[in-house]
């Protein structure tokens, strides 16, 4: 227990003013509610609490409560569950400052303590430049990320690469298991790989299946060495989801900077290149 759900724990007044749900993906994204002593509803249900209008939600799906002592998160029998840091709850679960409930395909961060206020705006600048579902950074870090290294390759004539990758068939994915087990793949695929790469590395979101990964001071040999063993943690990572496991592989294209490349959307584009022979010639497999 940290210091602050210790607090929370013994002033359960404390607990009481200060806890709340913000949306970090899903619709109506930042959106905060908060949380009070009388039990509190997420649904599909236009009546809940928290209404969410997915079909993959249940019109009562969970109910947050005060229990005194610390807010807990139960269930109410849903179809798809509720789940609490990726794992579903199957009773009564105590909940702590800074855990992600999931809900459909909604993920909600329960947020408790002194400065709740402080820490909302900054999860609201955090969202600005992660993706939610992923961890990773979003679209709009990445293409910012990509500009300032490749104008640092630029002017100190340093090595920079840039892996596109894309999951295969991923369609086929969602429109056999269901959207809620598309994103399961895209969380957990994300999950395994971000702990290989280097700190100085930036992994991010750039579309709905895609993601790229750029490579400070790393040439095009030592890119296609990291972009292998990207594809090689795909390859063997068993998705869970809904009681099943999900297989899956990814194609990755592979540029490095040069002195002919005009800009950050010239190495864009001939990683994208790479990617698109790396489909073509069969996927799961690294080009570039």
Aim: proline letters at 2%; a positive charge.
């Amino acid at each position: 227990m940290t210091q602050r759900e210790a607090i929370i724990a013994r002033n359960p007044k404390t607990g009481f003013q200060d806890a709340c749900l913000v949306v970090i993906y899903g619709p109506e994204l930042g959106r905060r509610a908060q949380l009070g002593r009388a039990p509190f509803l997420v649904g599909r249900s236009a009546k809940s609490d928290l209404p969410i209008d997915q079909e993959s939600v249940s019109r009562q799906h969970a109910r947050i409560s005060f229990s005194g002592e610390r807010f807990t998160v139960e269930d109410m029998g849903s179809t798809n569950g509720t789940f609490v840091n990726d794992v579903q709850v199957s009773s009564v679960h105590a909940l702590r400052d800074g855990d992600q409930i999931k809900i459909g395909s909604s993920i909600l961060k329960f947020m408790a303590g002194d400065n709740i206020e402080a820490n909302y705006h900054e999860e609201i600048y955090r969202l600005m430049t992660v993706d939610a579902l992923t961890q990773t950074h979003n679209k709009r870090y990445f293409g910012e990320a990509l500009e300032r290294e490749f104008g640092r390759a630029n002017r100190y004539r340093r090595e920079l690469s840039l892996i596109a990758i894309d999951l295969d068939h991923f369609k086929k994915v969602n429109d056999t298991y269901g959207h809620l087990s598309g994103d399961a793949v895209l969380r957990q695929m994300a999950l395994a790989v971000r702990p290989r790469l280097r700190q100085q590395d930036i992994f991010a979101r750039v579309g709905g299946e895609e993601f790229c990964i750029i490579l400070p001071e790393v040439g095009l040999a030592g890119a296609r060495v990291t972009a292998e063993k990207v594809r090689r943690i795909v390859e063997a990572l068993p998705v869970q989801s809904e009681g099943r496991i999900i297989r899956c592989t990814v194609s990755l294209g592979v540029a490095g900077w040069d002195t002919t490349l005009e800009s950050a959307l010239a190495l864009h584009k001939a990683a994208d290149v790479a990617l698109y022979a790396a489909k073509q010639g069969g996927r799961n497999r690294c080009v570039g």
